[in-house]
């Protein structure tokens, strides 16, 4: 049996797509859009690219036609996306794009500005994992790190995250992506099961 190829990029990929990305006034950084896609692909409903691209290139969408650069480069965001999809269907755990400052440490604010972001667009759907005794604690983490730079210092996490607390954090927020996933699968399903047709939050690539 032939295997299916990995859609997970290569750090060269990953290299070029984040060189595109900085270039780009107003564009979202990768790991924010990381944290972003893994919001709605694991949330209760379906987003569409036309809803989601504005918020990932910001007011300056580049020039997507045939040939371009954009277009190679959309074709790797549209390969990262169904890389998160495809490690969460599978029931595993998708480690996130984050990125080494300050003396090879992870911070993780970017990932989870980016993931909180995508709770935005859905949050009333979101409010009843939130507000769930049982399962709410799998937001805690990512919030966490998410407030820890608002502009309210009362917003911010108490007390301030250390670099052994923010690895502990990290550690909690990767294990609950795949959390968050299982608990809005029957959502995600009942959506599907609508005779309106919709298109599964995964994107396929043309060539």
Same mark, same amino acid.
């Given at each position: 049996?032939? +295997?299916? %190829?990995?859609?997970?990029?290569?750090?060269?990929?990953?290299?070029?797509?984040?060189?595109?990305? @900085?270039?780009? @006034?107003?564009?979202?950084?990768?790991?924010?859009?990381?944290?972003?896609?893994?919001?709605?692909?694991?949330?209760?409903?379906?987003?569409?690219?036309?809803?989601?691209?504005?918020?990932?290139?910001?007011?300056?969408?580049?020039?997507?036609?045939?040939?371009? *650069? !954009?277009s190679?480069?959309?074709?790797?965001?549209?390969?990262?996306?169904?890389?998160?999809?495809?490690?969460?269907?599978?029931?595993?755990?998708?480690?996130?794009?984050?990125?080494?400052?300050?003396?090879?440490?992870?911070k993780g604010?970017?990932? !989870?500005?980016?993931?909180?972001?995508?709770? +935005?667009?859905?949050?009333?759907?979101? !409010?009843e994992?939130?507000?769930?005794?049982?399962?709410?604690?799998?937001?805690? %983490?990512?919030? !966490?790190?998410?407030?820890?730079?608002?502009?309210?210092?009362?917003? =911010? %996490?108490?007390?301030?995250?250390?670099?052994? =607390?923010?690895?502990?954090?990290?550690?909690h927020?990767?294990?609950?992506?795949?959390?968050?996933?299982?608990?809005?699968?029957?959502? =995600?399903?009942?959506?599907?099961?609508?005779?309106? *047709?919709?298109?599964? %939050?995964?994107?396929?690539?043309?060539?």
């Amino acid at each position: 049996m032939q +295997s299916t %190829p990995s859609t997970e990029l290569t750090d060269d990929q990953i290299d070029q797509l984040e060189d595109f990305i @900085d270039s780009i @006034d107003g564009a979202m950084g990768l790991e924010e859009i990381d944290g972003f896609f893994c919001a709605l692909i694991s949330g209760p409903s379906v987003v569409m690219p036309g809803e989601y691209l504005p918020y990932v290139f910001g007011e300056n969408l580049p020039d997507i036609g045939p040939g371009t *650069q !954009a277009s190679e480069m959309l074709g790797l965001l549209f390969r990262q996306w169904n890389h998160i999809a495809d490690t969460l269907l599978r029931d595993e755990v998708y480690f996130p794009l984050l990125f080494e400052y300050d003396g090879g440490k992870c911070k993780g604010n970017d990932w !989870a500005d980016g993931y909180m972001l995508g709770v +935005s667009l859905r949050y009333e759907s979101w !409010a009843e994992l939130m507000e769930d005794e049982e399962n709410g604690g799998l937001m805690v %983490p990512v919030m !966490a790190l998410h407030f820890e730079r608002h502009e309210d210092p009362e917003m =911010r %996490p108490e007390p301030p995250i250390l670099d052994d =607390r923010r690895e502990d954090i990290i550690a909690h927020m990767i294990a609950a992506i795949l959390g968050v996933y299982r608990y809005f699968a029957p959502d =995600r399903q009942r959506e599907v099961r609508q005779p309106i *047709q919709r298109q599964l %939050p995964k994107i396929e690539i043309g060539r």
